[in-house]
Each structure stands twice: as structure tokens, then as C-alpha cells.
């Protein structure tokens, strides 16, 4: 089974990627937070520092397009041969309204004729290998299968595929048995996304569909840093895992500090992080709250660390 690290926006970026991989584990591949390309133009421009080769020295993710034309996804294509990429990521997910109502992200889903001239217009002239991270649908699934339809007539890398649809935005429960049921029409390799939490939800995912040999992880990596060795069969000690835990966070420290100004903006991250990080410890709920009541970088170092020693 290849386990990939999903792309989530805020969190899983190139500093969480280098600290995760240098101290917990390595995935087999990882996706950078999105990258908005609107009218040919970078939207945020900073989004672009994720990628840059000199900040991804350790293992290169796969960069992911936001955008809807192909004049924006070359524009894209330019940055990432220019920093020694191969493969990109186009994001057909994102079910946020301020991305969908402009026919990006999951919003594409809705037009299927747009995702077709889109697909026309990159392997015109991509000289990168593509692939596409997709919900079933935009407000249902009726669409779904003159989408895959579509995908199938492109050279595609692979297809992920999150089985909700975009107006759920991540509310209810991921569809297994609507991903057993469509991926098998997917004419390119598949890979399942969306609420993989313990290794269990893994085996249930293979029982009922048992062709399935790529799954990619987000909040499950982010509640349970040690998902991925669990998944794999490694046993960890509990010294071990405090070990790895401490230089995970020493190392998301350091380099939150240099990429981040002030210790309001450090500490505005870092709740984000521990949000779902908490969820790993017994009285997380205590430490999630000290943590949203940190001033000081310092502070915060002292509350995380006490309770990473005392991690069961």
C-alpha cells in the first residue's frame, strides 16, 4: 500500500513536510497546499514559496493547481520545471465557496465541459506528468460519470478521489462504497482519499475494494502522527515515540520561527496545528486550551513539551 501526505492548506506545508519526514516517517509521496492561478496570474504570490527548490532539499511534493484554464496551469508549469519538478497535481476538490463559486476546486465538477477544454489544453503542450485530486460532484454525484469519461481520454499519472461531494464540504462521512463503486471505471491508477483515521478504516476500504493500493492521508496524520508507521506494521515504543514527537516539534519550532514574523503569527499556525494534534493526547482537550492561551513562543514550547513527556 503507498501512502501519500495530503495537501492541506495552512498545515501540511514545507516546514510540517521536512519536520515529519526528518523525525516521524516518510510518505511515499507528498502534495503541497494548493497553488490559485486566476487570468495567468499567481493569486497569492506567497503560496509559491512552498515549492521553491531551495525550501525542499529533503523530498520534493508534487505541486497542486488551482485554476481553470490552461494559459494559468502553463504559468504554473513554468514555476515548477524552473524548480526542477516532473509531476503537478490538478485540484478538482477544494469545496470552499470562495474557490468553487469562481469554477475551481470542487466548483469545476459542475461543468464538465470545462474540465474537458481545461484537460484539451494542457496536454496540448504539458511537458510535466499530471495528475488530478477530485470529489464525486459538486451538489451530487450525477455527473461523476461523464467526468470519468473525461479523465479517461487524458495520459493522467493517477486520479485521487475523496469521495464526498463539494457542497459537504468535510461534513458527514467519506463514501467508501461510492469510491468501490466508481473507481473501477477510472481507466488510470486510483488512489483514495478522505477519513482514513486508524488502520482499520484502511482494511475496511480494501474489503470493499480490494484493487486499491494508494491511499493519501491528511487530518488522520494530523490527529495521529504515528498513523503511517501503524499502517506499515512498525512498533513503536512509547520511548520512541516521545523521542520522535519532541524532535518533530523542536524542528516545526525552529523553522515555524524563521518562516513566520513575530510570535503572534508563530502562535497563530501552531493553534491550527494543535487543533488536531491534541487529539493524540488523553487530556488533549486541556492542552489544545493552554495552547490557544499562549503569548510567548516560549510559553508555548513549555506547555507542548511538558505534555509530550508525559505522551502515552
Request: neutral net charge; contains cysteine.
Amino acid at each position: 500500500m503507498q501512502i501519500y501526505l495530503a495537501p492541506l492548506q495552512g498545515l501540511t506545508d514545507r516546514v510540517f513536510r521536512a519536520s515529519f519526514y526528518e523525525n516521524i516517517g516518510h510518505f511515499d509521496k507528498t502534495f503541497s497546499p494548493f497553488i490559485r492561478v486566476q487570468n495567468e496570474n499567481f493569486y497569492r504570490p506567497t503560496q509559491c514559496n512552498d515549492i521553491l527548490a531551495t525550501h525542499n532539499l529533503f523530498q520534493q511534493p508534487v505541486p497542486q493547481f488551482l485554476g481553470n484554464d490552461a494559459a494559468s496551469f502553463q504559468k504554473f508549469e513554468e514555476l515548477c520545471i524552473e524548480n526542477g519538478y516532473n509531476e503537478v497535481n490538478i485540484n478538482m476538490g477544494c469545496p470552499y465557496p470562495m474557490v468553487t463559486g469562481k469554477k475551481m476546486g470542487a466548483g469545476l465538477l459542475a461543468h464538465p465541459d470545462l474540465i474537458s477544454k481545461l484537460l484539451e489544453g494542457i496536454f496540448s503542450g504539458t511537458k510535466l506528468r499530471v495528475s488530478v485530486k477530485c470529489r464525486l460532484g459538486m451538489e451530487n454525484t450525477n455527473d461523476f460519470p461523464e467526468i470519468i469519461a473525461i479523465l479517461n481520454q487524458f495520459p493522467l499519472e493517477e486520479v485521487i478521489i475523496h469521495p464526498r461531494i463539494g457542497k459537504q464540504q468535510y461534513k458527514g462521512e467519506a463514501d467508501m462504497k461510492a469510491f468501490a463503486q466508481f473507481a473501477p471505471s477510472v481507466n488510470h491508477s486510483v488512489c483514495y482519499n478522505g477519513d482514513i483515521l486508524t488502520p482499520e478504516d484502511v482494511n475496511r476500504l480494501v474489503q470493499l475494494s480490494p484493487q486499491t493500493d494508494k491511499i493519501m492521508i491528511g487530518r488522520g496524520i494530523l490527529r495521529n502522527p504515528f498513523l503511517l508507521s501503524e499502517i506499515r506494521g512498525e512498533k513503536l515504543t512509547r520511548e520512541e515515540k516521545v523521542k520522535m514527537l519532541r524532535n518533530f516539534h523542536l524542528s516545526m519550532i525552529e523553522n515555524c520561527g524563521k518562516k513566520y514574523s513575530g510570535d503572534q503569527h508563530f502562535l497563530r499556525h501552531m493553534v491550527e496545528l494543535w487543533e488536531y494534534q491534541s487529539l493524540a493526547f488523553e487530556d488533549g482537550h486541556k492542552i489544545f486550551k493552554a495552547v490557544k492561551k499562549c503569548k510567548t513562543q516560549s510559553q508555548y514550547g513549555e506547555i507542548i513539551f511538558a505534555a509530550i513527556n508525559n505522551y502515552q
